[in-house]
Structure formats: C-alpha cells, structure tokens
C-alpha cells in the first residue's frame, strides 16, 4: 500500500537514525595505560581549529585578586556538538570512590561525575615509543618512580592542549576531564592551588554541551577590627559549548570555585569540562591519577543506551 504524506508525517516507515556528528578518523592513540585505543580528531574538527579561538578573550580582573580571560566561545561552532559527541564516545571515563579521614572518623567518598586524566609531571616526559623518559637527562625512568602508571595526553587532546598554549602563552602537561551526565552531577566548592602546581598557576577551563553555572567566590578574608565587615565577593559565569575560561595569576590562591547542582529542563543533558594544568612534580601526577582514574571500572559512552557503561574492572586492559 501506498503511503500518503499523512503517513509519512506522523509515522515513519523507520524512526530516524540519530544523527553522528562526527566521521570517526581510523587512527588512533594508544598506550600500555589506555584500557582501549582513542581515536584521532576527525580532521573536519582539526581544520575548524584552525579559526579557534572564536572570538577574543575578555579579561575579567575588576574584583580583587581576580584575574580571569573568558572565551565566549574559543571553540567555534560548526563544531561544539561534534566534539562534544566525540570526546564522550571517545574517553574511558571513571566514576572514583576514595576515603578521607576526618577527625578520626574514615568516611568514603563518591565523586559526583565522571573524570579521566592524561599527562605527566614537568620531571618526566613521554618519548616517542610512549616510554617515560627523564625530563632532564632523557634517560628511561625506573618502574618504581610513579605509584600509578601515568598516560600520554592522546592526540585529540593534545591538539586541543597545543592550541590552547599558543592562544595563551601558558604551557601545560596535564589534561583533566570531567564528565556531568546530568543536573545531579557537581563538583563543590575548591581551588586548584595545589603546592605541585607552584605559585600563581594557569589553567585553562573548557566547557562542552549542556550549559551549567560556574560560581566563583573569594575565600575568607580574616575580619579586622578596623574594616568593615565586607559582603562576600562572588561571581557567576553560566558557561556555555564551547566556552574556555583561563584562570591566572593569584585567582586560585584567593578564590574557590564550583559547579552547583540544578534541576531543569538544560540539565537533562550531559556537559563535558576540560582543564589544562601543568604540575611540576610527581606527587602531581599520583594525585590527579588518584582522585581521577582511582582503581574502579572503566566506563565508556554507550550510544545505544545512551548513557555511561562499566565496561571493565581496575588496571586489566580490555580490548575494544
Ligand atoms: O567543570 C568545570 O567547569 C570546573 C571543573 C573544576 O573546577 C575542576 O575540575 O577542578
Ligand atoms: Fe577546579
């Protein structure tokens, strides 16, 4: 039987495959650390980050001690989703579980969003064979240096990382991701001033997908009996796809700053963050190891269910 326009309009013959919004390149990252092989950006997206940033950083630096330049957007358009898409699908992320010990009493901790990690401490690099080398002298690093096994920024985020340098002038070895799959996901209140990021540290702050709340506040300033009590200094920036945030000079030492929980119609959808940093020592390089692979399952972006999958468990490689 013919089928009229009616038909065509309310029921169609096969619902529509979701679109991709990206070609997957054939070539891939790997390393002995990765649980599966990580795609090379599609050079549709290296060609548009070409035109990256997309407009000019604004300097944000009219509150004290603030000093911020906002990319509203770095990344250009024709290509957020699609990045976006990718680096879900691409990614092991992790969801790590840790304890802290607070007055004596062990309480875990559940991280609430997924994360990943790449990169090494300024006193290691990867040679080309994926090998750890000395930054220095160049020679092979003995196994026993790291508690954890440090890995290789893969070439769609080492793009993204080298691009970021040159709009900067900042240099960074580590790329931190996080993933919030939802208006529940967060992260609370913290700086990045940690002492293995030395004094005054950059980071560069990307922001893909769904738009989220990014609040800034000053820290405490110990009340004097000669100044008034000041009312708190704070900052909100909603940080849309695409968006990129350079946090500088003395921001992390006197700010804090956080993505709050929301309800909403937006906050059904995913959001991905990417932070460039650069760590100079080891203790750098377990600590992000530590509080962002852990040693839980891997999860990978499952595009039929459309959500996260445990897919393996702890540091056995799986194979794709
Ligand atoms: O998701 C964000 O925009 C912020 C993430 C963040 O502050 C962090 O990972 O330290
Ligand atoms: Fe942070």
């Known amino acids: ?5 009616i038909d065509f309009f309310f029921a169609p013959a096969n619902p529509p495959a979701k679109k991709t919004r990206y070609e997957p390149s054939t070539q891939t990252s790997t390393h002995a650390s990765y649980p599966f092989p990580i795609p090379h950006l599609p050079t549709t997206f290296t060609e548009t980050l070409g035109f990256a940033p997309a407009t000019d950083g604004k300097e944000i630096n009219n509150k004290p001690d603030l000093d911020l330049v906002y990319y509203q957007p770095y ?10 898409d990718f680096l879900r699908q691409e990614l092991p992320f992790y969801r790590v579980q840790y304890n802290i010990t607070r007055g004596g009493v062990q309480t875990q901790v559940n991280t609430p969003r997924f994360t990943t990690v790449f990169g090494v401490d300024a006193t290691s690099r990867f040679a080309e064979d994926g090998t750890l080398v ?15 096994t440090p890995r290789p920024l893969p070439q769609c985020l080492e793009y993204l990382c080298l ?7 900042e240099s960074f070895n580590f790329a931190l991701v996080n993933y919030y799959a939802d208006g529940q996901d967060s992260i609370s209140y913290h700086s990045d001033d940690e002492k293995f990021l030395g004094p005054n540290p950059a980071i560069a702050s990307f922001s893909l997908g769904a738009k989220r709340d990014f609040l800034m506040k000053h820290k405490p300033i110990a009340p004097s009996s000669s100044a008034p009590i000041a009312e708190p200094v704070q900052l909100k920036l909603t940080l849309g796809s695409g968006d990129m945030v350079l946090m500088r000079g003395k921001t992390q030492a006197n700010w804090l700053h956080s993505i709050p929980k929301r309800a909403g119609v ?8 990417i932070t460039f940093r650069k ?21 990978r972006w499952d595009a039929t269910q459309r959500k996260m999958m445990l897919r393996g468990h702890g540091d056995s490689p799986l194979e794709d």
């Open 279 to 299: 760590a100079m020592i080891k203790g750098g390089t377990e600590n992000y190891h530590q509080y962002n692979v852990g040693n839980g399952g891997v999860y």
């Open 163 to 169: 691009l970021t340098e040159a709009t900067t002038g």
């Open 266 to 273: 937006d906050t059904r959808m995913g959001r991905i963050n």
């Open 134 to 148: 000395d930054a220095k002298t160049g020679r092979k690093v003995e196994s026993g240096k790291y508690k954890c």
């Open 75 to 84: 990344i250009p358009t024709e290509i957020q989703a699609g990045l976006f």
């Open 1 to 5: 039987m013919k089928r009229g326009a």
